[in-house]
């Protein structure tokens, strides 16, 4: 089955600070999605993003499905951005949903 | 738009028992997924109900089990509980299989004691 990996596990970052998220993924891809897991456990949505790249206020996503990655970019990071961060994708090949191992951040103010 | 329910929030139980968790999907959509989430871990895939029937499995053993509704809601059932059932369980909400956006619950947690 498809192997997902992100990275850095874990970040901390003063308020106003950029940073760049990453998922890679062993096999091409038909799904994928960024979520964001608040400290109640709520999944919410962020990204739909099998491929190219979108952007919603300070979040941008971009997905090379060719060379198996995406990225998360998050400008002027704030305090409520805290939280962890997670991509998944789908396995057609099991038909499985898979979640990468999520990236933990921590935004100082 | 009614977004995705689950019921109950908290929910404790010993070890041997049996558990229902329910989850009503978004309105407009068919297929449900179930997840589990231990502490501190990423949410593994359980099972999907499309058409109210199983369409994909993750590495859950039989006592695991599920049901879809002609409403499209589900039910997850885990028979003799173990201590290490104890887990966040998110249901998410889908147009179609697999290749479509899904949108999650708000979870169920499971104490097993």
């Known amino acids: 089955g498809i192997q997902v990996e992100q990275s850095p596990p874990d970040l901390i970052l003063q308020e106003g600070a950029n940073s760049t998220l990453r998922c890679n993924f062993s096999d091409s891809v038909n799904n994928l999605q960024w979520f964001h897991q608040n400290p109640w456990g709520q999944l919410i949505n962020l990204f739909y993003?099998?491929?190219g790249t979108k952007q919603n206020g300070r979040l941008s996503a971009t997905t090379v499905a060719t060379e198996r990655y995406s990225l998360l970019y998050i400008s002027s990071s704030q305090t409520t951005d805290s939280g962890v961060y997670f991509c998944a994708v789908f396995d057609s090949g099991t038909y499985k949903y898979i979640f990468g191992t999520g990236t933990r951040l921590k935004v100082l103010a | 738009e009614t977004g995705v329910t689950q019921s109950p929030t908290h929910l404790i139980k010993t070890r041997g028992q049996q558990v229902t968790l329910r989850c009503s999907s978004q309105s407009g959509h068919n297929t449900v997924s179930w997840y589990q989430q231990a502490l501190g871990q990423g949410p593994q895939f359980i099972f999907q109900y499309y058409r109210e029937e199983e369409n994909g499995r993750g590495n859950f053993p039989p006592r695991f089990s599920g049901l879809q509704f002609p409403n499209y809601s589900s039910e997850l059932n885990v028979n003799a509980l173990e201590l290490d059932d104890s887990a966040l369980y998110l249901c998410a909400s889908s147009f179609g299989t697999g290749y479509n956006e899904q949108f999650f619950g708000p979870g169920t947690r499971l104490t097993v004691l």
């Open positions: 993003i099998p491929s």
